[in-house]
């Protein structure tokens, strides 16, 4: 998986593990350099939080170098600076079966109001979560109604068994 | 019946992604302060639960403040799990006052709550502070 920076729009970027520790660290880290845009800095954290930690649990390729994290889901993200609005990405490597599901996940959250979010994001957090965890789906739909914005996405196929997910999404600048 | 041990969880500066915790068991206030993004959010926020139960049996009050400034999706599962146990609380003739501290800077923090709110059908004390 290559990680390509060629442009100065890259505020900050990250390829490995994403581990819990790694990923507070990295959103301190944004904290301060977003701190005199405080309205923006909140929200950039919050989605920041729920694209990463999504990689984290699910990402097809796992380090568990250290056995003291639970999660150890290998991915990269980027935040850049375009047209006002600071865009967050992630890349992870997911099993291709997977795709059309997260196809469906943010094309169906994408053309939903912000009302229709909020209460699909109520429905959605209320059972327990079993083998079908909806974690992931709630993830996406909390950023739709943090950003205000839809989300893009792209899946690039590696192999038979495996794709490229990258998921992208829009704070815009206060 | 056994009256019920304080938990007291200070801050963390190495784990910020736990909330300190406060639940006092004579004052009949319980607080939830900082972030919460841990990994397993079942593992620490269900004793917190159980105690809540606990509580809710032996005492007829109860305030609750949540000082939440940054709070996942799982977390927010187990958030409306404390709602709820307040509501069963509330319908069984307890006296519940909940308390949610926001910064002026995180507005969209007002949607959350008022969905907690409506999810559960409990009232919520919003209160804006600087920051």
Not at chain 1, 117 to 122: A, D, F, P
Not at chain 2, 32 to 44: I, N, P, Q, T, V
Not at chain 2, 63 to 85: A, C, D, G, P
């Amino acid at each position: 998986m290559a990680l390509s920076i060629n442009d100065s729009s890259v505020k900050l970027a990250y390829k490995g593990p994403f581990y819990i520790d790694v990923l507070s660290g990295m959103a301190g880290h944004l904290r301060q350099m977003y701190k005199r845009k405080p309205v923006t800095c909140n929200r950039l954290y919050k989605i920041f939080f729920e694209l990463t930690q999504n990689v984290a649990k699910y990402s097809a390729e796992m380090c568990q170098l250290y056995q003291h994290y639970k999660y150890g889901g290998i991915g990269s993200f980027t935040i850049e600076e375009k047209n006002n609005t600071i865009q967050v990405s992630t890349t992870n490597m997911i099993r291709a079966e997977d795709a059309p599901v997260l196809v469906s996940y943010c094309n169906e959250i994408n053309s939903m109001s912000l009302d229709a979010l909020r209460e699909y994001r109520s429905r959605k957090r209320r059972p327990e979560p079993g083998p079908a965890d909806s974690g992931a789906y709630i993830g996406i739909i909390q950023i739709g109604i943090i950003t205000r914005n839809k989300v893009e996405y792209t899946i690039e196929p590696l192999s038979e068994r495996f794709s490229l997910f990258t998921i992208t999404a829009k704070v815009d600048i206060e | 019946m056994e009256k019920l041990k304080n938990i007291v969880i200070p801050a963390n500066k190495e784990t910020p992604y736990f909330p300190a915790v406060e639940f006092d068991y004579e004052k009949g206030e319980c607080t939830l302060s900082g972030e919460s993004y841990m990994e397993d959010c079942y593992k620490f926020y269900n004793p917190l639960i159980d105690w809540l139960n606990a509580y809710c049996e032996q005492k007829n009050a109860i305030v609750f403040n949540f000082k939440l400034y940054y709070f996942n999706t799982q977390s927010s599962r187990m958030i409306l799990k404390i709602f709820e146990t307040l509501m069963k609380f509330k319908e069984k003739g307890g006296q519940v006052e909940i308390n949610w501290y926001y910064y002026q800077s995180d507005p969209d923090m007002v949607e959350e709550v008022e969905d907690f709110q409506r999810e559960s059908g409990l009232d919520v004390n919003l209160i804006e502070i600087n920051g």
